[in-house]
């Protein structure tokens, strides 16, 4: 096989395998949305406010309702304990 | 035409079997390059799927929040300061919420407990997340005890675990009677964490809030644009932070990339003076140059997005999970929704494809207009 003949073969699959994430994406869209209402509800059914992505401390649970000056307590931008925190911007109020 | 394209075949033969001749080096930086795109890729799909989520389903979650403000820190806010708020005109309903936190030592993780608005449970009864569920090893019909502010246990059955699905948001909740979540925490009659508001006209929200803040001094109105805004800052942020924190990598890669793409070897010019001197014209040898770049970068390209697609959203982006779980102990178990921006794949194309392919090309362009007799020597 001609080198170029097998480069070919190899750019149509990955190609193929691109387009496919854009089809999947597509075809998965629905049923994710359908889930995300879902999810709105449980939102709207008990009043929550932040995703439950960091645990580990008030501020990093609750980033939306936390203190004016926590997730950086100490002052507006100092390193935090938790890993997190050095991941979770001061808050919109503060950056005004 | 056709010869067109056959001229730009017998260019790939020659530049692929030339690419091979020094197989180790070129598929080794062809899987450098690609781990380069899988990474970045991975976090502008992560970021980008979860920043959407948020957006999405935080819509529903209350207008206006009202906190009281004791001494620069949330404090505890009593009801009566409903009957105030509930007379500004444009508000159609008041509630005074209970919610906190309760550190389990067992497992050495945070619950969010609530009392949850229009559900009467039991004094015994428990609603909890499937975070918990799962990390406790706890189902329907179990018991579960919380360690009150007295020091005595409370106990309470498990009645419901919340969709599982929905653990973005519900991982760590725990939800009981407001009676039961006094005697947990000891707080009074009368006294709440917060005042959730509705409002009739969406487009007054920010004069009630400001209305808010002139009647009651003490009080802090959240408002949900500013949930929402703090949710597109964090991963903005976040995104920004591991962009900032993969540079250097990227950086090295570059320099790796430049100098194997723009340094020219001796024998790859000794390379051009012999095809060259052999009777290729200038444009054939970039023209090959163009396929070497082109082919390298596009394939780089093409497995590192399709890699971060399958790691994202078939595997739970499990590689950022220690990442972003830090010290937490309950983390939702959850797969981001399949949403992409055209646009990011568009850039990140033109920022990882492009810069290589035309790397590759100027030096050689320097080459090839000399003279072969001078390159050879």
Known sequence: MRPSTAAFLFF?????LFALTFIDAMLRQPAAVASM???????SDYGLTDLALFTEARYTRHPSQADLHSAFQDH???FEHFPSGSMIPPPAGLRR | ?????????YLVDFTLSSLLRRKGKHLGML?????VVFVLASVMLFSHALQREAGVILQSSPEIIVQRVVAGRHGLIPGNYLEPVGRLRGVSATQARLWGYFYDAALKANYTVMVPPDRQLGHDEVVIGNGIARIRGVDIGDYM???AHDGGGISFRVTEIVWPESELVSADLFLISEHAFRSVFGIPEGQFTDLVLSVRNPREVGKIAEKISIKLP??????????LRTYGSVFSWRQGIVFVLLSGAVLAFVIFAWDKAAGLSAEEKREIGILKAVGWETGDVLRMKFWEGAIISLAAFLLGYVAAYAHVFYGSAGLFEPVLKGWAVLYPDFRPSPFVD???????FVFTVLPYTIATIIPIWRAAITDPDAVMR
Do not use: K, N
């Not at chain 2, 003490?218 to 949930?227: C, F, G, K, S």
């Open chain 1, 12 to 16: 149509a699959i990955v190609s193929s």
């Open chain 1, 37 to 43: 209402a879902q999810r709105a509800r449980v939102v």
């Open chain 1, 76 to 78: 507006p931008v100092a």
């Open chain 2, 1 to 9: 035409m056709i010869d067109f394209f056959r001229r730009q075949r």
């Open chain 2, 31 to 35: 899987l450098v390059y690609s781990l």
């Open chain 2, 145 to 147: 005890t919380l360690r």
């Open chain 2, 218 to 227: 003490d009080a802090r109105p959240i408002l949900r644009d500013e949930v």
């Open chain 2, 342 to 348: 055209p646009l990011q794949v568009i850039s990140l």
